[in-house]
């Protein structure tokens, strides 16, 4: 199982440097599932390999002038805030047992892969639709700054319980929201996972026991992948590659539901 873990942790990086998203939401089931860790610790090094990860990415983007960074600032404070909050302050004092009833248990665990379950089907939803936007041919364009700090605050939820990057939310709201022209949202989005996940891993280093080797050795497997995403997404049309990607989402979602409820 762990050979497929690292294989797809290669795909994790193809999928993070070709469409700015939908890698990290991968990281924890293949963590959980393939590797055997803990969900909660999961979550933690999900936030580390997503985040150094997704540096490398956004440091290519960088270079070719693909980052927005005032879009990046407006969307990355309010989730920073929010993530760190989440990850100091109310997961380290939920109980693993949340509920007992007789033989019956419903423990964080469980409740953590039901949530990411929901997250990935939500995911794959916004990828297999597709919906052709039309992009502003004056970027940037007078920036809706409230409405970013409110999608700020929602990604930050979701990366704070969930370990998840929340590219495939960063995404569609750049795009819709700003008329942002997808290459320059693939590189913001990656910049934005960056700050994100790794505040989030900061936030746990001091009371999460992590393995660091194990986390180097996926990690260097994950920037080899996102480094042949980022040289993909220069020669194929990412949209045609969204619905595919968006399907294969969602089976893995329906599986980790349907083995968590039954």
Same mark, same amino acid.
């Given at each position: ?74 969307? $990355? #404070?309010?989730? +920073?805030?929010?993530? /760190? ?5 109310? %997961?380290?004092?939920?109980?693993? @047992? &949340? =509920? ?53 605050? $929602? #990604?930050?939820? +979701?990366?704070?319980? /969930? ?5 495939? %939310?960063?995404?569609?709201?750049? @795009? &819709? =929201? ?85």
């Amino acid at each position: 199982m762990e050979i497929i873990g690292y294989t797809l942790s290669i795909f994790i990086g193809i999928t993070l440097g070709l469409i700015g998203a939908g890698g990290s939401i991968l990281t924890v089931p293949v963590l959980v599932y393939l590797f055997h860790i803990h969900p909660t610790l999961a979550t933690s090094y999900s936030l580390f390999i997503v985040g150094f990860t997704s540096l490398i990415g956004s440091f290519l983007k960088i270079k070719e002038n693909g980052v927005d960074y005032s879009a990046a600032t407006y969307f $990355g #404070i309010p989730s +920073v805030f929010v993530i /760190l909050i989440v990850r100091k302050v109310l %997961l380290v004092h939920i109980p693993e @047992v &949340i =509920l007992q009833i007789h033989h019956f248990q419903l423990t964080k665990s469980t409740i953590t892969m039901i949530a990411f379950a929901v997250l990935m089907l939500g995911a794959s939803w916004s990828m297999i639709k597709n919906k052709q936007i039309q992009v502003s041919t004056n970027h940037p364009i007078k920036q809706p700054i409230t409405k970013m700090i409110f999608w700020g605050i $929602g #990604i930050g939820l +979701v990366t704070g319980f /969930l370990g998840a990057g929340g590219g495939f %939310l960063i995404i569609p709201a750049l @795009v &819709i =929201l700003l008329r942002m022209p997808i290459r320059i949202a693939i590189g913001t989005s990656l910049s934005i996972i960056t700050l994100n996940s790794l505040i989030g891993f900061l936030g746990d280093i001091d009371h999460v026991q992590m393995d660091w080797f194990f986390l180097v050795k996926l990690l260097s497997i994950t920037i080899l992948g996102v480094a042949i995403g980022s040289y993909l997404q220069k020669k194929i049309a990412t949209d045609k590659l969204k619905p595919i990607f968006g399907w294969f989402i969602f089976f893995v979602g329906t599986y980790i539901l349907i083995k968590e409820l039954f």
